[in-house]
């Protein structure tokens, strides 16, 4: 393990834009871990664990030391006929994971296919798309304490998972290092096609949910359509998260905005953050260097040389015009740094 000193961050991550980190490394085995929890560098400065780098925004140079997690690794612990018991290390790329599940006809996160980033930044978010979430088939997480090294199994019921939140990103966020996810996938056919999405992408194409590598291709296909590559223009995704209101929230708007799409989940309303930035202006619209993506409003895009603090004032004008239309909040989704 080599610790590198001030390092160009540019490429670390989606968005492209420029920053620095006082000091860099990357860490590529239990071993490397070992190593880093020891060094000055490391127990004397501020730390960012870094995976794909697709949902964090620079906004500045990072004073402190950024750790690019690059542990590798997927193995099944325990199967029986109708499950299967999978342990994957942090640096994996979460689509890769997709892959290892639907080539081996198993179920469960097949319409979590082509999110960006790790497997180590997956219940931190508790991703979800396309009506599933990882909590559904989480089981545990392999951390280790950040201060001492010592190494803790989270339960699920221990990550408090949210919408796109979990007990890592709020009580103990920074305080522990995932090291490993392991998942309970299904042997037996469990289609979820109920996203309003993928019943259209079925219907159109004629065209049945025979596996899970069926849906997987499906959602592959839906999120190339709308939303733009980081590698042709660098953004991190959905920017925002969805807003949650009670009935009474909905009714109000409903009542200006008759048009207004919203879903029932977990005994509240969701309204689509993307709709309201379209609502109120933004789709398409460019300032400077920075813009919101002609496609998806939802996306948030660096059209070259923009530097993160204009994406950032980019994000804070749009929460505020929201604001205004609809006295609705929006949430930034990314990790501002």
């Known amino acids: ?60 140079n990072f004073d402190g030391i950024v750790v690019l997690n690059k542990l590798k690794g997927i193995e099944i612990l325990d199967e029986d006929t109708e499950s299967v018991e999978i342990r994957a290390m942090s640096g994996e790329i979460w689509h890769d994971l997709v892959t290892f599940s639907v080539e081996r006809g198993y179920w469960g996160i097949e319409n979590l296919s082509l999110i960006p980033g790790t497997v180590g930044a997956a219940p931190m978010q508790n991703i979800g798309a396309y009506g599933a979430e990882l909590q559904n088939v989480l089981e545990s997480v392999e951390a280790l304490e950040v201060e001492t090294g010592a190494r803790k199994i989270f339960r699920k019921e221990e990550c408090d998972f949210g919408y796109r939140n979990s007990v890592f990103k709020n009580e103990i966020k920074g305080k522990y290092f995932i090291s490993a996810a392991i998942l309970r996938l299904n042997k037996i056919s469990k289609p979820k096609i109920t996203y309003r999405h993928l019943r259209e992408y079925f219907d159109q194409n004629k065209t049945e949910a025979k596996s899970s590598k069926d849906i997987s291709k499906a959602v592959i296909d839906i999120r190339k359509s709308k939303l733009p590559d980081p590698a042709v223009i660098p953004n991190a ?42 609502k109120a202006g933004w789709k398409g619209k460019r300032t400077g260097n920075a813009g919101v993506h002609e496609k998806h409003a939802l996306v948030l895009v660096n059209y070259g040389g923009a530097t ?20 609705l909040k929006l949430i930034p989704e990314v990790n501002l740094i």
Do not use: C, H
């Open 1 to 60: 393990m080599k610790i590198l000193l001030d390092y160009d961050l540019t490429n670390m991550n989606t968005f492209r834009v420029p920053a620095r980190a006082k000091f860099f490394t990357e860490i590529q085995s239990e071993r490397d871990l070992s190593e880093l929890f020891v060094a000055p560098e490391f127990k004397n400065n501020e730390k960012l664990f870094l995976g794909g780098g697709s949902n964090v925004l620079f906004t500045k």
């Open 237 to 278: 995704g959905s920017f925002f998260k969805n807003v949650f209101v009670n009935e009474k929230e909905i009714e109000k708007i409903l009542a200006k905005y008759p048009d207004l799409p919203y879903f029932e989940e977990s005994g509240t309303k969701k309204i689509p953050a993307g709709w309201l930035i379209e």
């Open 308 to 327: 993160g603090e204009e994406i950032k004032n980019l994000a804070e004008q749009i929460t505020a015009s929201v604001y205004e239309k609809f006295g």
